[in-house]
């Protein structure tokens, strides 16, 4: 398993990227991991590591790329001057098969133009879309997309997104029929922008889909679906704010628990359940989020993520590879993409009861 890695693109340097790397080499030593950025700097930082980091770190394939794409570049000077960038080197080394997966914390507006022209997009997808895991409750989980890739999307965009959705569900997560929905303002089949009440027509037609129709904000969470569709722009708020509500849920209960002294005695007895509750809300363990639809795969790490963050992208990677998503997005969206309904026998529709 060869993993190339943009090692410079983090809010704290490359030191997430390093360290989560080596860690991830101490649990699989099966696999070879590339780093790419400026390799006297990469090299330091190896220096810096604990002793059994430094041992795996020193296993690491450093390859030299002296420009770093800052995270406030835009993604058109990005394609213009980033060539010589860590980023860019990385996405060359992804398409050029020397690894066959690609991982980054930097910008991801310039992360997704990159990959775009490093890779290619399958079945006429025009962009990709940004998707990653978020928990629900009895332990479960649910992806959501997009996250930010596409702000103002069109009803056949949001379709798209249900596909690749449903298909990932499927082949990474064995799940047999995973039941999709559309984010809304209303379970009501006439709330909705234009775009979103198009995009739940459409997606009634499609033979084999378990479609749920609509889902509010507060459905995410409950376990009731299995992929979340939604423009960029609101999934990117959904994702953000649930990440802070489930930090501050967490310091709000260990707080409680150490008001006074009679409430920090029952936080003792409770500690092992209080770990385990910020274990299971911890938005570390969800880092890495797929750029669906590229004819190759590329995980987006959370820029601000610390080394086991970077592990955990690291495993998603790995993941992904194993399940050869891009080539079931090939083979499985031109033929599932809705027809015209003047094109259907008789111009019927296949409808499906809306869940809620």
């Known amino acids: 398993m060869r993993i190339a890695v943009d090692a410079m693109g983090g809010d704290k340097g490359p030191h997430s990227a390093v360290a989560g790397a080596a860690s991830a080499m101490i649990e699989d030593p099966s696999l070879e991991i590339q780093l790419f950025g400026p390799v006297r700097a990469l090299e330091d930082e190896i220096s810096r590591l604990p002793r059994p980091l430094a041992a795996a770190a020193s296993r690491l394939d450093l390859r030299d790329a002296p420009q770093v794409i800052s995270q406030d570049m835009r993604a058109s000077q990005a394609l213009r001057h980033g060539q010589a960038s860590s980023m ?15 991982v980054s914390s930097g910008n991801t507006g310039a992360l997704m133009a990159l990959s775009r022209r490093a890779l290619g997009m399958v079945a006429g997808v025009p962009r990709p879309a940004i998707s990653t895991a978020i928990p629900t409750r009895n332990e479960g989980r649910c992806y959501l997309l997009d996250l930010g890739a596409n702000v103002d ?7 798209d997104f249900a596909l690749m959705g449903d298909i990932m569900a499927r082949h990474v997560d064995g799940i047999t029929a995973p039941r999709i929905a559309l984010l809304n303002v ?14 739940d027509a459409e997606l009634r037609r499609i033979s084999g889909l378990n479609y749920q129709g609509f889902i509010e904000g507060d459905g995410i969470f409950a376990g009731e679906v299995d992929v979340v569709v939604c423009d960029g722009f609101v999934g ?23 008001a006074h002294w009679g409430s920090r005695l029952v936080g003792v007895l409770a500690r092992p359940a209080l770990k385990r509750l910020k ?14 639809g590229l004819a190759g795969i590329v995980i987006k790490s959370h820029g601000s ?6 592990h955990y992208a690291l495993k998603r990677a790995v ?16 033929n599932r993409r809705p027809l015209p309904p003047s094109s259907e026998e008789g111009g019927s529709s296949h409808g499906r009861a809306v869940a809620r």
């Not at 860019?88 to 690609?102: K, T």
């Not at 999307?153 to 379709?159: H, K, P, T």
């Not at 209303?186 to 995009?199: M, N």
């Not at 274990?279 to 669906?292: H, I, M, Q, T, W």
């Open 88 to 102: 860019a080197r990385m996405l060359e080394c992804v398409a050029s098969r020397g690894a066959q997966v690609g």
């Open 153 to 159: 999307v069109s009803g056949d965009r949001l379709v």
């Open 186 to 199: 209303g379970v009501e089949s006439t709330k909705g922008a234009a775009s979103v009440l198009k995009a």
């Open 236 to 258: 990117n708020a959904v994702l953000k704010a649930s990440e802070g509500l489930a930090r501050m849920l967490v310091r709000r209960v260990q707080a409680t628990f150490e």
């Open 279 to 292: 274990s299971e809300l911890d938005p570390v363990r969800y880092n890495g989020a797929s750029l669906l």
């Open 305 to 310: 993520c610390d080394a086991a963050g970077f």
């Open 319 to 334: 993941q992904e590879v194993r399940r050869d998503l891009p080539s079931r997005l090939e083979a499985e969206l031109v």
